[in-house]
T-cell receptor
Framework: AQTVTQSQPEMSVQEAETVTLSCTYD???????LFWYKQPPSRQMILVIR????KQQNATENRFSVNFQKAAKSFSLKISDSQLGDAAMYFC??????????WGAGTKLIIKP | DGGITQSPKYLFRKEGQNVTLSCEQN?????MYWYRQDPGQGLRLIYY???????QKGDIAEGYSVSREKKESFPLTVTSAQKNPTAFYLC???????????FGPGTRLTVL
C-alpha cells in the first residue's frame, strides 16, 4: 500500500524568505501523480501544485515550485518570497492507480512578519 | 458560480442520533468523495462514488453510509454506530479518472 510522510509538523519562515516543505512517499507504481494542497484557517482545501511522475521537469506555479526526485521518492515544495497569506497547513498527496488520494499528515507553515 | 457546497458549516448531534451532511456540486463532475479530517492527521477517505447509483467504501467506512441518486449530490449519513464521529468532514469532486479533486468548505460535526 502507498504511504505519504511529511516529517515536519511545523515550519516557520520570515516574510519574503524561502522555505522548503518535505514529503516522501512509498509506492511500487511507476505512473502516478503528486499534489500539494494548502488549507488556510478557513479550512478550504486548495490545490497549490501538481506533478506527473512521468515528467522529469519540476512543476512551477508562480512562487511555488517542487523538487521531484522519483528515484528517492521525494516531493518537496519550495515557496519563494513568502507572504503572510501563505500561512496555512500544507498537505502532500499521492494519487494512486485507482484515482484515490493518499494524504500526508500535514505541515503547519508559520510566516513571521 | 460553479463549485461545491456543504451544509451546514457546523453541526451538533446528541449521542445515538443519526445525522446527514449535505454535499452538492454544479461542476458536472462524475466522481465525488467524502473525507474525514482529525487534528494532526491527513485526510482519510470514507466513501467515494465514480458514477451515479454506485459508490465504494474507503478506508474508514464503518459507521457511515452514503447515496448517489443524482450526479450533483452525495450526502453522507453519520450513524449512531460511528464510535467517534466528532471531526471535520470534507466533500470533494472531480472528473472521472481525472487527477484533481475540488473541495467544499467542510462541515464541523460535534457530538455532545
Amino acid at each position: 500500500a502507498q504511504t505519504v510522510t511529511q516529517s515536519q509538523p511545523e515550519m516557520s519562515v520570515q516574510e519574503a524568505e524561502t522555505v522548503t516543505l518535505s514529503c516522501t512517499y512509498d509506492t511500487s507504481e511507476s505512473d502516478y501523480y503528486l499534489f500539494w494542497y494548502k488549507q488556510p484557517p478557513s479550512r478550504q482545501m486548495i490545490l497549490v501544485i501538481r506533478q506527473e511522475a512521468y515528467k522529469q521537469q519540476n512543476a512551477t506555479e508562480n512562487r511555488f515550485s517542487v523538487n521531484f526526485q522519483k528515484a528517492a521518492k521525494s516531493f518537496s515544495l519550495k515557496i519563494s518570497d513568502s507572504q503572510l497569506g501563505d500561512a496555512a497547513m500544507y498537505f502532500c498527496a499521492y494519487r494512486s492507480s485507482n484515482y484515490q488520494l493518499i494524504w500526508g499528515a500535514g505541515t503547519k507553515l508559520i510566516i513571521k512578519p | 458560480d460553479g463549485g461545491i457546497t456543504q451544509s451546514p458549516k457546523y453541526l451538533f448531534r446528541k449521542e445515538g442520533q443519526n445525522v446527514t451532511l449535505s454535499c452538492e456540486q454544479n461542476l458536472n463532475h462524475d466522481a465525488m468523495y467524502w473525507y474525514r479530517q482529525d487534528p494532526g492527521q491527513g485526510l482519510r477517505l470514507i466513501y467515494y462514488s465514480q458514477i451515479v447509483n454506485d459508490f465504494q467504501k474507503g478506508d474508514i467506512a464503518e459507521g457511515y453510509s452514503v447515496s448517489r441518486e443524482k450526479k450533483e449530490s452525495f450526502p453522507l449519513t453519520v450513524t449512531s454506530a460511528q464510535k467517534n464521529p466528532t471531526a471535520f468532514y470534507l466533500c470533494a469532486s472531480g472528473r472521472q479518472n481525472n487527477n484533481e479533486q475540488f473541495f467544499g468548505p467542510g462541515t464541523r460535526l460535534t457530538v455532545l
